[in-house]
């Protein structure tokens, strides 16, 4: 079983700055990784596929890197609207299986 | 648009069944998708439960297997999950989501609201 790991737990940003979530497989997943938004009391929302493709709909500001094993994250000027709860995904094509890491809050700073 | 609306009791006892139903509106359960059960328990990150593929297969967490079975109603184009012998860690909000395989990657693309279950005595 893949176990991804996703830090930090917690980041502390200003209005207007950049961020930088990271997310660690255990093993190779190629580039079957996603990145989630989720806000209080609401279903987590797609933000990229493929590691680097972003969702419709989503602002050029959400930007995804990384294959293998290293996946990146970068919202490059955060809005009000961003802080929220950010989840990284992997899947692994056989058994089909999809494994979540923690969470980053992103929170005011 | 693709909706996604789960259904069932929001409070099951320790030992019992947990039965949930997801009716899926604006996309067939026989296309070429994945479907699936996530849940979240109270603070906590989101866990995967399991799948199914239009053909039948289904596909379960390794944790949760041995109590799992997510079963399909073409008919009435929805899906169901049944989770036994359920105790107070199994409390969460359950979310039905689907996978369209034409996505590289095989996101979750459409979510469900999501259901509270709660288990308690």
């Known amino acids: 079983e893949i176990v991804v790991t996703q830090s930090p737990a917690t980041l502390s940003v200003s209005p207007g700055e950049g961020a930088t979530l990271s997310c660690r497989a255990s093993?190779?997943?190629?580039?079957?990784f996603a990145w989630y938004q989720q806000k209080p009391g609401q279903a987590p929302r797609l933000l990229i596929y493929?590691?680097?493709t972003r969702a419709t709909g989503i602002p050029a500001r959400f930007s995804g890197s990384g294959s293998g094993t290293e996946f990146t994250l970068t919202i490059s000027s955060l809005q009000s609207e961003d802080f929220a709860v950010y989840y990284c995904?992997?899947?692994?094509?056989?058994?089909?299986?999809?494994?979540f890491g923690q969470g980053t809050k992103v929170e005011i700073k | 648009q693709v909706l996604l609306q789960e259904s069932g009791p929001g409070l099951v006892k320790p030992s019992e069944t947990l039965s949930l139903t997801c009716t899926v509106a604006g996309s067939s359960i026989n296309g070429g998708y994945y479907w699936g059960w996530i849940r979240q328990s109270p603070g906590k990150g989101l866990e995967w439960i399991g799948s199914?593929?239009?053909?039948?297969?289904?596909y379960y967490s390794p944790s949760l297997k041995s109590r799992l079975t997510i079963s399909v109603d073409s008919s009435k184009n929805e899906f169901s999950l049944k989770l036994n012998s359920v105790t107070a860690a199994d409390t969460a909000m359950y979310f039905c989501?689907?996978?369209?395989?034409?996505?590289?990657?095989?996101?979750?693309?459409?979510w469900g609201q999501g259901t509270q279950v709660t288990v308690s005595a």
């Open positions: 493929a590691a680097s």
């Open positions: 995904q992997q899947y692994d094509n056989w058994p089909p299986s999809w494994t």
């Open positions: 199914f593929y239009h053909s039948g297969t289904t």
């Open positions: 093993q190779s997943v190629s580039s079957n």
């Open positions: 989501a689907r996978v369209d395989i034409a996505v590289a990657g095989f996101p979750f693309d459409n």
